[in-house]
């Protein structure tokens, strides 16, 4: 009795063991929640990442903060706070230069997937990008959909009608409001709800999912689409002590996955886009587009910083104008 309650006791032991250990056990961390299209991006990512490879590696993710930071994310990443991770360089408070500073270059364009194409193609000629970042090794990129105007009381149908608004934004931004005499005014997105509602700005630069994700829909009457285009960034991420210790046929998976991670991404934040404009319908925002030739003009207003920036990266021995011209060219610009 005493043998059969052993072998009992061994066969449900060994039943809850898992079939087979992975040869690779990764961890992989993120700012944002599984919820979320970037983390729903990598979570599908992390079952086709182990799918490919036969169940060699095994990747267990940190979602939500919980190991890892948006601003210090290629830093942390860098120093081993996990092997893999979500990484934003253009939110980094210095360095990376070029990461952070490259994708303010692609205003104007009103096409995400425009954009991902040409930044891509920019890393494959610019060693610098990859330079940058140090002991990490760029798995995919992001590509910013465009952001437009949500407005409390009226439509801005015409440059004129920015004239005396006071509008939340980002830094960027300010510029070419003030070239129309729109007041740019920096305060973080938390803080923009209220401060619509209590009508201390009359409006928001922001995406149309913000309609549902930050309820704007609740206190803007108003969506007016003149663009506010957002670059790419290396969003993805390996340390290089992590990477070096995969085989080639691994690495080589990662590495064909890089194009897919990255329009999946874009796939899935596309869905967020278009659920937040049908919840601003439902909520009664009035949706209005603007003319080619307002879009065009508006946008020759970014000009003077990104060439000032330009300048500066030239000035650090890194080729700012150089990639600002083929930026620019991509989007049938004369410089």
Known sequence: MKLVSTLTAMTAALAALPAFAADFTLTYASPYTEAHPYGAADAEWI????????????????????????REGVDELAAGVADMAYIAPIYARSGYDMNRLVPGMFYGYTEPKDVLDVYMK??????????ELGDVKVLGYNVGTPMHLLLREKPVESLEDLKGLRIRSAVDFIGPLAAYGAEGVTMPMTETYPALEKGVVDGVIAPYEALKSLSFAEVVGFYSELPHSRGAYPSRGINTAAWDKLPEDIQQVLMDNVEWLSLRTLELAQEAEDAGRAYGEEKGVVFNDVSDEMKTEYSTKFAPAMEEVAGKLDAEGKPGTEVLKAIRAAHGDAM
Do not use: H, K, M, N
């Open 47 to 70: 079952a086709r990442i182990e799918e490919q490879t036969g169940g060699r590696v095994e990747i267990t993710p940190y979602w939500g903060r919980s190991l890892i930071t948006s």
């Open 122 to 131: 920019l890393w494959d000629e610019y060693p610098v990008f990859a330079e």
